[in-house]
């Protein structure tokens, strides 16, 4: 018996390392670092995954193979490859790789995100097409989304105009996470578990928890278990501590639910998407482990990118102080000082409008976008893509690609004055909510609450860096992960620039 196992191990690293050999010999595969038997490149890739394999591409090329393990991993860094994969092989390569953690986390692909595509992903994309994100909809829940950042805006000025607190800088991250939070919270579930001050009760703290862990601690994880999978025979540590956290996603989902459904059999369904999931539930079919995954979908999808997006952008407008002055030039004209913005106003603040869009080139909150896997063979670039291969779009690559962007690097919102560019899958140098079949059904509703925030926040105040920091100084590096917070959270001192009456909710 103690023979066996490592004799087990010799035979299967053998077979590994003979399989990948065919796959070399039979396919014209994309260039690449070279890999390592058994690990492949995985102890080469640096934590900032994103930033890594563009550097790779920048030596091999815009389409480049990367091992994870034994799998077989392509990531494309330019538009053209883009559109490869995302509309010329779009329905070959529209399945999703399920680690184990997105394995847990939506039922074994029964929610939205991780469902491969087949009768299944088409009837859960066309309930959230048809039902829970159309315009009618977004416009009904368009006063809580007013509501929460004008909640935001009354908290910065009374912070800020405390006596003592004149000139002094606040964590940006602190204002702007209750808003996105109770957004979600309250379209999700029909509730504010979070208070302007960033306090919660213990289901908002519970859920907090589940999304940061969720999106940071596992979904940024990069075990070598997954990957080199006879490892787990040594150490279970990770598939048991992402096991708990499923019971404890398990333990606050059926109570949300189970909530719910006493409230709407008492006074009816409501207009949040929890009730509109149990309601429709028999109409189209939905098995209880899809309602929930739809519903986790939404929160873990929504919770953290807004204050993404928003915190990076207040970053750049802080260090282009240029930009930051245009924008409120445009919203004094437009809405004036006496007044306060409101979603109504967005066709007529066009410079806004770019100035969320910069943002979300530089900086998209999910850089590599999903993976997508290959259901057959195809070819890429001339390269050929075995079936069961995994595939990444390098989102943050695309908005910093030299061959399409002038200055790349540059916070130019007047780039999108001179060309009107779609930034919702139509046009494949800025794809922040993707395209193709896979494209973020809720992208619409992103977009309207950066651009409200943003909005707000220039409407209201002057940013600038704490005193002694130099806008040079401000750390624009981005924390390891799937979605990409600031590695530094952000710092900034407003200043009202309104008639103080205008920061009042009520």
Not at 16 to 24: E, N
Not at 191 to 198: H, N, S, V
Request: proline share 7%; glycine share 6%.
């Amino acid at each position: 018996m103690a023979f066996s196992l490592p004799l087990s191990l010799l035979i299967l690293f053998l077979s590994l390392l003979a399989f990948k050999l065919l796959l070399w010999r039979r396919y014209k595969l994309p260039p690449g670092p070279k890999p390592w038997p058994v690990v492949g490149n995985l102890y080469d890739i640096k934590p900032v995954k994103f930033r890594c394999f563009a550097a790779w591409a920048s030596t091999y090329g815009p389409i480049i193979s990367v091992w994870f393990g034994s799998t077989l991993n392509v990531v494309v860094s330019s538009s053209e490859m883009a559109k490869e994969v995302l509309k010329d092989n779009d329905q070959m390569l529209a399945d999703r790789p399920r680690r184990k953690v997105a394995e847990l986390f939506s039922r074994n692909g029964q929610d939205l995100i991780w469902a491969d595509y087949g009768p299944h992903y088409v009837k859960v994309r066309k309930v959230c097409q048809v039902e829970l994100f159309t315009p009618k909809r977004l416009e009904a829940l368009r006063s809580v989304r007013e509501d929460e950042v004008t909640a935001m805006i009354e908290t910065i000025f009374r912070d800020c105009t405390k006596p003592g607190n004149h000139g002094k800088s606040m964590a940006a991250r602190d204002f702007l996470t209750p808003v996105s939070f109770n957004n979600i919270t309250r379209l999700a579930l029909g509730k504010r578990l979070m208070d302007a001050e960033g306090r919660m009760d213990d289901q908002g703290k519970e859920l907090k928890s589940i999304v940061t862990d969720g999106n940071i601690k596992f979904g940024g994880s990069f075990p070598l278990t997954e990957h080199v999978p006879w490892l787990k025979f040594f150490n279970r540590t990770d598939e048991v501590a992402l096991e708990k956290h499923e019971a404890r996603r398990d333990r606050l989902t059926k109570a949300i639910m189970d909530e719910h459904t006493q409230a709407r059999l008492k006074n009816g369904a409501k207009h949040h998407f929890v009730d509109a999931l149990l309601t429709l539930q028999d109409q189209y079919k939905l098995s209880d482990d899809t309602i929930i995954g739809l519903l986790w979908d939404m929160i873990s999808a929504g919770m953290d990118t807004t204050v993404i997006v928003v915190e990076w952008a207040m970053a750049e407008l802080i260090k282009n102080p240029r930009v930051q002055q245009k924008a409120q030039e445009e919203l004094d004209a437009v809405i004036g000082s006496d007044h306060v913005m409101t979603e109504a106003d967005f066709p007529n603040l066009p410079y806004l409008q770019c100035v969320a869009k910069e943002s979300l080139r530089l900086h998209p909150p999910t850089p590599l976008m999903l993976p997508h896997k290959a259901a057959n063979h195809v070819k890429l670039g001339g390269y050929d893509i075995p079936k069961g291969s995994i595939v990444h779009v390098n989102v943050w690559a695309l908005g910093r690609d030299p061959a399409v962007w002038k200055d790349p690097l540059a916070f130019r919102p007047e780039r999108f004055l001179e060309e009107d560019i779609d930034m919702k899958g139509h046009d494949f140098r800025l794809l922040p909510f993707g395209a193709g079949r896979r494209v973020c059904p809720g992208a619409q509703l992103g977009i309207n609450l950066v651009q409200s925030m943003l909005g707000h926040l220039l409407h209201h105040f002057n940013w600038a860096p704490p005193e002694g920091v130099k806008v040079d100084d401000i750390d624009m590096t981005e924390h390891p992960g799937l979605v990409t917070f600031m590695h530094t959270p952000l710092q900034a001192v407003p200043t009202p620039r309104l008639p103080a009456h205008l920061y009042k909710r009520f």
